[in-house]
């Protein structure tokens, strides 16, 4: 019964993959393609750097924006939700074009 054998080990597989998923999912990931300190779009500042703050990733363009958060990660992370939050209810594109 070597198809019973192959259906076990994909379920293992399977399994693994979830309990992997989850340990990621513990981490929110960055849904800002800019950096929100400066600005900038992420990459044209050069290295992207990013930390992990309260299970939120945050993002920034260059390492100075980095040390401004390090400096007070409550209000960087707040910065960040506000944007976050203010890219939401600006709705789509549709509704801004005329
Ligand atoms: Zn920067």
């Given at each position: 019964m070597k198809t019973l054998l192959a259906i076990l080990s994909l379920g293992l597989l399977a399994f693994a993959g979830i309990s992997r998923a989850d340990d990621q999912a513990a981490v929110k990931p960055y849904?800002?393609?800019?950096?929100?300190?400066?600005g900038d779009k992420l990459g044209t500042m050069g290295k992207v750097t990013k930390e992990v703050y309260k299970g939120q990733e945050i993002k920034f363009c260059c390492n100075q924006c980095k040390k401004q958060f390090d400096k007070n990660p409550e209000a960087g992370l707040q910065k960040y939700e506000d944007a976050v939050k203010a890219k939401a209810s600006s709705g789509d594109d549709k509704s801004m074009g005329k």
């Open positions: 849904a800002l393609d800019y950096c929100v300190f400066s």
